[in-house]
């Protein structure tokens, strides 16, 4: 069974940097392109940023860029987004998510994980 | 980037069919992807490459393309579908996705 645990959720001041991880198992981690979507409290899904399967390509929203990092580690089967500069408007609930077929990089994420909290206040 | 707009809300009585529209320029080159989400929960993956379900997806769930107009049809609407719906794509660089604004379906 596929599973996506999010963490490193936390209050932080604006202009402060946090760090999410996602901890993926129950398929081939290193086969797969990876996804970050958030959702501001009672708003839609916004699509953050992706990392292709080898790590060799990244994309970002441009509401992100320049101030968000994906990366992973294939050794580790583990996904993270380091977040720096944040702004209020960060505040949101970040879910990893996983493509739907190997080798691909799609809009199709059949997994998600349960998300974690960043919120951003003084 | 690109958006994708989609109707705030819809409403269905039970058994009967609802349309789901989702509208972009860059539906007219790229595949959209729908999901529902239930409050409190992750989204859930519907529809994939115009009209491809996911296993555990029932079949009452279809998906269409039209010009820049994607449409999700829930044909014969159950209580459980009521949720919020996404469509989302690639936007027009192709390098990037996008989600639509979502619409509310609610089941009466």
């Not at chain 1, 596929?2 to 999410?20: A, H, K, N, T, Y």
């Not at chain 2, 989400?37 to 379900?53: E, M, T």
């Not at chain 2, 029932?58 to 998906?63: A, K, L, Y």
Request: glycine fraction near 8%.
């Amino acid at each position: 069974e596929v599973q996506l645990v999010e963490s490193g959720g936390v209050v932080v001041q604006p202009g402060g940097s946090v760090r999410l991880s996602c901890a993926a198992s129950g398929f081939t981690f290193d086969d797969y392109t990876m996804h970050w979507v958030r959702q501001p409290p009672g708003k839609g899904l916004e699509w953050v940023s992706l990392i292709i399967w080898d790590a060799d390509n990244t994309y970002y929203a441009d509401s992100v860029k320049g101030r968000f990092t994906i990366s992973r580690d294939n050794s580790k089967n583990s996904l993270y987004l380091q977040m720096n500069s944040l702004r209020t408007e960060d505040t949101a609930l970040y879910y990893c998510a996983k493509d739907i077929d190997p080798y691909s990089s799609s809009s199709n994420f059949d997994s998600w994980g349960q998300g974690t909290l960043v919120t951003v206040s003084s | 980037s690109s958006e994708l707009t989609q109707d705030p809300a819809v409403s269905v009585a039970l058994g009967q069919t609802v349309r789901i529209t989702c509208q972009g320029d860059s539906l007219r080159n790229y595949y959209a992807t729908w999901y529902h989400q239930k409050p409190g929960q992750a989204p859930v993956l519907v529809i994939y490459d115009k009209n491809n379900r996911p296993s555990g997806i029932p079949d009452r769930f279809s998906g269409s393309i039209s010009g820049n107009t994607a449409s999700l049809t829930i044909t014969g609407a159950q209580a459980e579908d009521e949720a919020d719906y996404y469509c989302a794509s690639r936007d027009s660089s192709g390098n990037l996705r996008v989600f639509g604004t979502g619409t509310k379906v609610t089941v009466l």
